[in-house]
């Protein structure tokens, strides 16, 4: 099954410390995967994906095939990170599955 | 260059109306998928189109519908709207069916009554 799991709906963490939101996923295959962001009142936008290898806003993420995870973290958060963060999965046909995400809290 | 744009923004409907829910693409996606994002829950694939045809569809029943134009822009309907319909519908277009990454409107809150 292709499944995506983000095991914790809240996390919270005071300006400056490092941060990290957990992402498994369950695929047969090579997998795509993404973390997408959503700040208050906005649309949900593209984070980072794993093929690019990039950092975002101080963000990276790395694959790891061997425990089927794609953690996302930050060495230092700030309060504007504080936002809810999906990670999803490109499924059969290009479909994308989302974890259920976390919300991010960054307090001052 | 134009994001994705949906309409209407919020909708309430009752029990056993239909509703058709709107999706213009970004400029250059030619691919259009729709997710259904109930209260605290990720999205859920419902299903895309491509050039105007259905190219996949997730665990949704027939009731859940769609159409995909010839300038791209697409359109979701819903018979019969059950209350569990109550969610977020968003849209999101992409280039192509490869492996190019999808763009997001800020989706239409549909609540049944």
């Known amino acids: 099954a292709q499944r995506v799991t983000q095991p914790e709906k809240l996390l919270s963490v005071f300006k400056g410390a490092p941060v990290e939101l957990k992402c498994n996923y369950s695929?047969?295959?090579?997998?795509?995967l993404f973390w997408y962001v959503q700040y208050s009142r906005q649309r949900l936008q593209l984070l980072l994906r794993h093929i690019s290898r990039e950092s975002i806003k101080g963000f990276t993420a790395d694959l790891n095939k061997g425990e089927t995870s794609f953690h996302l973290k930050k060495p230092f958060a700030q309060e504007e990170d504080s936002a809810m963060y999906y990670c999803a999965l490109r499924g059969q046909g290009g479909k994308l599955i989302f974890g259920q995400g976390t919300e991010l809290s960054v307090k001052p | 260059e134009t994001g994705v744009t949906q309409s209407p923004t919020h909708l309430i409907k009752t029990r056993g109306q239909q509703v058709t829910l709107r999706c213009s693409s970004q400029?250059?996606?030619?691919?259009v998928s729709w997710y259904q994002q109930a209260l605290g829950q990720g999205p859920q694939f419902i299903f895309q189109?491509?050039?105007?045809?259905?190219?996949g569809r997730g665990n949704f029943p027939p009731r859940f519908s769609g159409l995909q134009f010839p300038n791209y822009s697409s359109e979701l309907n819903v018979n019969a709207l059950e209350l569990d319909d109550s969610a977020l519908y968003l849209c999101a277009s992409s280039k192509g069916q490869g492996n190019q990454p999808q763009h997001f409107g800020d989706g239409t809150r549909l609540s049944i009554l």
């Open positions: 695929y047969s295959g090579s997998p795509e």
């Open positions: 189109y491509y050039r105007e045809e259905e190219n």
């Open positions: 400029s250059g996606h030619n691919t």
